[in-house]
């Protein structure tokens, strides 16, 4: 009985972990469209004034011009395409918060098709990930930082790859998993992870080694 009302306690901590942090991530991505969408609205008055420099053949001026918009497109561009829509948006808003925190990205991924996962299970998947990746690279020194995606088809199911470095050398297990040092949000995060992993029937795996942690998922495709 006793067991049965923790059970439900910790389920329900975890439904409303995974509601506030769907909202976080959906926030996220809804702010990189909303500047893309920015740009694009003044897409036409950035052609007007690179056209009235033209004519005065002010040269100089244009260039400078063309300069500011490049670096300016270049926080909002979207780095990753890997052929699924939330997969892309997720990860996109995830690497544009890790390079303002001074955190090097190195991603590569490919979905060119249909998933058996939803897609809210999938922005969990990568959500919390990314942010524990974010979480342990900021403990380290800016040169130190990097964090390495690698998402792909593997014998008909989706192989999820991530590892970062940390400044623990080796993080040690307690009753076969990794101890949580964030405090229960972390650990929520950790079992809502594993929890979609076991409703679609795939493998995880996470190792600490030479001060890296990394997290495979294998998911089946549908």
């Known amino acids: 009985m006793y067991m049965n009302f923790l059970t439900k306690k ?19 991505v809804d702010n990189m469209y909303r500047q893309i969408r920015s740009w694009r609205h003044d897409y036409h008055n ?18 400078k011009y063309l300069d500011e918009l490049e670096s300016d497109l270049t926080t909002i561009d979207t780095v990753i395409k890997t052929g699924n829509a939330m997969t892309d948006a997720i990860l996109n808003s995830k690497i544009s ?11 590569e991924a490919k979905i060119p ?11 969990s998947i990568i959500g ?4 524990n990746a974010i979480e342990a690279s900021l403990k380290l020194s800016e040169e130190k930082r990097l964090i390495r995606v690698y998402m792909d088809i593997k014998n008909n199911q989706l192989y999820i790859s991530f590892t970062n470095f940390t400044a623990v050398k080796k993080m ?7 101890r949580s040092t964030k405090g229960s949000e972390h650990g929520l995060g950790l079992l809502r992870i594993d929890s979609i992993v076991k409703k679609y029937e795939g ?11 990394t997290t495979e998922i294998l998911l089946p495709l549908e």
């Open 203 to 213: 493998y995880l795996s996470r190792n600490s080694e030479d001060g890296a942690f």
């Open 46 to 63: 950035h052609i007007q004034i690179m056209k009235a420099y033209a004519t005065k053949k002010d040269w100089e001026s244009l260039c």
């Open 128 to 131: 919390n990930l990314f942010d």
């Open 172 to 178: 040690d297990k307690i009753k076969g998993f990794f």
């Open 97 to 107: 918060i890790a390079k303002d925190k001074k955190i090097n990205v190195s991603a």
């Open 10 to 28: 910790m389920n329900k901590q975890i439904e409303i972990y995974q509601n506030e942090l769907i909202q976080t991530h959906y926030a996220e």
């Open 113 to 123: 098709v249909k998933l058996k996962i939803s897609e809210i299970d999938l922005c």
